[in-house]
């Protein structure tokens, strides 16, 4: 099992920019995709994006898409989601993932993170 840690959250403004990190305990070699995910109060979790370790290949929900960009540093074994242009609606509990069959449900996720919390406001 990968321990996984979030950090970055905060609270801006709208038209702000975060950038979240999610330090991993050892190198995710087995994983085959690393993603995030959001949960507003009241919601399920939504998937946000994902990125996959052979290829480094990186998709993204449409409702980020343009605005939010996830990218991995292997040698620190970190995942990355830079945030710009932040609505309201992208506040949420953010949380890192990590899974060996895919990254787009929570039902095929291995490890979750704590979650940081992200707060826009208007």
């Known amino acids: 099992q990968v321990h996984l840690v979030e950090s970055g959250g905060g609270s801006v403004q709208t038209g702000g920019s975060l950038r979240l990190s999610c330090a991993a305990s050892?190198?995710?070699?087995?994983?085959?995709?690393m993603a995030w995910f959001r949960q507003a109060p009241g919601q399920e979790r939504e998937w946000v994006a994902a990125?996959?370790?052979?290829?480094?290949?990186?998709y993204y929900a449409d409702s980020v898409k343009g605005r939010f960009t996830i990218s991995q540093d292997n040698a620190k074994n970190t995942l990355y989601l830079q945030m710009n242009s932040l609505k309201p609606e992208d506040t949420a509990m953010y949380y890192c993932?990590?899974?060996?069959?895919?990254?787009?449900?929570?039902?095929?996720?291995?490890?979750w993170g704590q979650g940081t919390q992200v707060t826009v406001s208007s």
């Open positions: 993932a990590d899974s060996r069959v895919g990254c787009r449900r929570t039902n095929v996720i291995d490890d």
């Open positions: 050892r190198y995710t070699y087995s994983s085959y995709c």
């Open positions: 990125i996959y370790r052979a290829s480094s290949s990186t």
